[in-house]
């Protein structure tokens, strides 16, 4: 199996108690949330300041890093971080993978509010918010001195998604965008032109009727129940999935999840489901989406750019050739996407040696050649523009023109309040209340799609509502 990192279903409830989790640290005096998966499996990097004298009498750091990533790419960060501890000068970097986004930061607002947090830790987008109203964190921009990173050098979406308010809370370390992948060989022998993906909804339905209909597979399209795809079907039509500028110009207080927009978005997918041409996995269900998809079972699966990587190498363990094409757009408009994957966050707290550390290894995993290398590796998008401009010289997107897809589509982004991404603090619960509304639309007896996105507003709008009583 290939190497994504494996995200467990979602375990209802969860998200709402991780809110209260990390909110509460700041504004309600420290009150422990829910641990998650516990958080504690790494060691903690509280008690001393992690220093020793080294056996050449200089000073040597631990430092704890937690990250979400599992499989392959938990091996590839630490192949990563093997090479910062080879080149750094004492400092001992001790890995925890929590193989989800949810489980890592439902352990670290856990070891937040328990005053033991790791010294660097991987959090998803949609844990921005979260995060800066825990007030737990130090800016990165605070940590590292200006003269040792070029940031006007980052890719402009990815910068302009974490900087919030002027400041950079945190690095950018693996961004994505959402993507199709689709078979080659099954497009060929449907009739299918390999060279012309479908770049609509009806584009997908037509291709998929196709596909089924001479029987090359038994449903044309798959991809997990998964609200990062309605966010970004939401900016490709230039609606903002929360009121104020997405969160951005100030705290959202309501969604627009019963807007046209979002009624083009579920019409369309409720009907793919009726038509017996999407494969369901479930919530969040990205494994059992990417085995459909290399087995064959369907011809097209929307996913992360992050796994071209072992997805191209899967593909050719089950002897078909993947291509990629952008996510399909709802209709004419195709204003952009915005940006997926995490950013690294340092705690307050740490000594001022593990501080420092914590500060040396950011520099190190967004040094143009380790994004380079972690971009081949996977499939995420560099962070830096010199990255791609290394990897264009050696040539790797003439060989590898697949990897190209997510960057162009990047780069074919407006920016807008809509493509700019999100921000709220009950993010994690929002989008449970999203998948679980697609959930209840094509049960037998169960909403219309206006029924549905009329309770999904009311309960996400609750849900902010809620988060914002408890932070102001
Ligand atoms: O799988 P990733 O890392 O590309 O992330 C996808 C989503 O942005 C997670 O929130």
Known sequence: MTGRHTRRKFIQGAGAATVAGLAGCSSNGGSSGDGGDGGSSGGDSGGSDGTTMGSGGGQSVTIQFWHAMGGDLAQRIDDIVNSFEEQ?????????????????LNATTSAVSSGNPPALSQIFEIGTQLAIDSQAFVPVEDIIPSDRINFDNFLDPVLDFYRIDGKLNSMPFNSSNAIMMYNRDAFEEAGLDPDSPPTTYQGITDAANTLTSEGVVETGITFPNHSWFVEGWMAHQNTTLVNNENGRAGRATESNLDTDAAQNIFEWWVDLYDQDQYLNPGIEAWGEAQQAFLTQQTGMIIYS???IAPMKQGAADNGFELDTAYLPAPGGDRTGLPIGGASLWVPQGLSD?????????LLYMTQPEQQARWHRGTGYFPVREESITLLEEDGFYEENPSFRTAIDQLNETESTPATSGALMGPFPEVRTII??????????????????????????????????????
């Open 88 to 104: 750094s000068d004492g400092i001992t970097v001790e890995t925890t993978s929590r193989n989800s986004y949810r489980d890592n």
């Open 305 to 307: 750019t992050s796994s």
């Open 353 to 361: 040696a593990q501080q420092q550390a914590a500060g040396e290894l």
């Open 435 to 472: 998948e679980e509304g697609y959930v209840s639309m094509i049960q037998d007896g169960g909403p219309s799609v206006s029924e549905g996105l009329s309770q999904v507003k009311s309960d996400v709008d609750s849900a902010i509502q809620s988060y914002n009583d408890r932070v102001s």
